[in-house]
């Protein structure tokens, strides 16, 4: 069983900047990022596969994924927050060697960390 472990949530004015880390426990393939605001489904934001990223529309351009192998660990760097990106994030793990977008293909989740953005 892999744990993931994150931090680096909290509060800050809109067009400023947060760091989110994840570090997993064991070995995964695809890791991913995810977040929800209260009464909305969880949203993909990013994914690294490799040496491959991807990212939702929502945050390309603002958001940057990036991983630490040799520590088993994801950054996501997000610059020129807004006030709509203030949700509950989530890290996920998947033990599967393929692209993952939907909540259901990722096999291990943090705890959360809350992101607010003020106006």
């Known amino acids: 069983q892999v744990q993931l472990v994150e931090s680096g949530g909290g509060l800050v004015q809109a067009g400023g900047s947060l760091r989110l880390s994840c570090a997993a426990s064991g070995r995964t393939f695809a890791m991913g990022w995810f977040r929800q605001a209260p009464g909305n489904e969880r949203e993909f934001l990013a994914a690294i596969l490799g040496v491959t990223t991807y990212y939702s529309d929502s945050v390309k351009g603002r958001f940057t994924l990036t991983r630490d192998n040799p520590k088993n660990t994801v950054y996501l760097q997000m610059n020129s927050l807004k006030p709509e990106d203030t949700a509950v994030y989530y890290c996920?793990?998947?033990?599967?060697?393929?692209?993952?977008?939907?909540?259901?293909?990722?096999?291990?989740w943090g705890q959360g960390t809350q992101v607010t953005v003020s106006s």
């Open positions: 996920a793990a998947s033990k599967r060697w393929a692209e993952a977008v939907t909540p259901s293909e990722y096999d291990y």
